[in-house]
């Protein structure tokens, strides 16, 4: 079945430091893959997204590249700063469908 | 526009008790899904809604959940029974009719049963 793999967390990272959170999945076809952050006390937000192979999705200087030959959807910003602080939970789907979630990362960024 | 909105933010009931929350959507969406946060199993979806479709009711855990849309909107999820087990954020997510499209979240119902 569809499945999810992502980095077991935490994170740890001083400011200004390289992030790269790794995901891969397990699916059928070709199903979109999303990043999702939940900043502390705050709901869950679609950080990035990308509906097809080899498509770059990116935003708040986030990105993360769709890579079919090696089921990868790698979470990488080149400078964290401590409002990056939160939980990313990597996630597909196939259309509408429902979304499979990893596990889910926490990352901890100190000044 | 308003997003998506869940009530109560926060319920505390005693095992054995039924509960019910709500959910509304994005206006104009016609999807709607329900998850769950807990720190055991992660997020885990529930049921789905696509308009008038018969509803996807693959992730429930048991006969003791349910879930009913009304009218194509206000979406309600009945936990009957309650059990310990149950305790979570319960998250709601609705979405446009077009495929791929993105799903946005509201803030969740913690439910803490005792």
């Known amino acids: 079945g569809n499945s999810v793999t992502q980095m077991e967390g935490p994170v740890t990272l001083s400011e200004e430091a390289f992030l790269t959170i790794n995901c891969t999945y397990t699916?059928?076809?070709?199903?979109?893959l999303f990043w999702y952050v939940q900043y502390p006390g705050e709901g869950l937000q679609l950080l990035l997204k990308?509906?097809?192979?080899?498509d770059k999705g990116s935003n708040k200087g986030f990105e993360a590249t769709y890579r079919k030959e090696t089921t990868s959807f790698h979470l990488e910003k080149g400078s964290v700063q401590v409002s990056d602080s939160a939980v990313y939970f990597c996630a597909l789907s196939h259309n509408t469908d429902k979304l499979i979630f990893g596990t889910g990362t926490r990352l901890q960024v100190f000044p | 526009g308003a997003g998506v909105s869940q009530s109560p933010s926060n319920k505390v009931t005693e095992k054995g008790k039924d509960v019910e929350l709500r959910c509304d959507p994005i206006s104009g969406h016609t999807a709607l899904y329900w998850y769950r946060q807990s720190l055991g199993q992660g997020l885990e979806f529930l049921i789905y809604?696509?308009?008038?479709?018969?509803?996807?009711k693959s992730g429930l855990p048991s006969d003791r959940f349910s879930a009913e849309r009304t009218g194509g909107s206000v979406s309600t999820l009945t936990i009957q029974r309650t059990q310990q087990e149950d305790s979570a954020v319960y998250l709601c997510?609705?979405?446009?009719?077009?495929?791929?499209?993105?799903?946005?979240f509201g803030p969740g119902t913690r439910l803490l049963v005792l």
């Open positions: 699916a059928t076809g070709y199903p979109s």
């Open positions: 809604f696509q308009g008038n479709s018969a509803p996807d």
């Open positions: 997510a609705s979405s446009s009719n077009r495929g791929k499209e993105t799903q946005y």
């Open positions: 990308a509906t097809k192979a080899d």
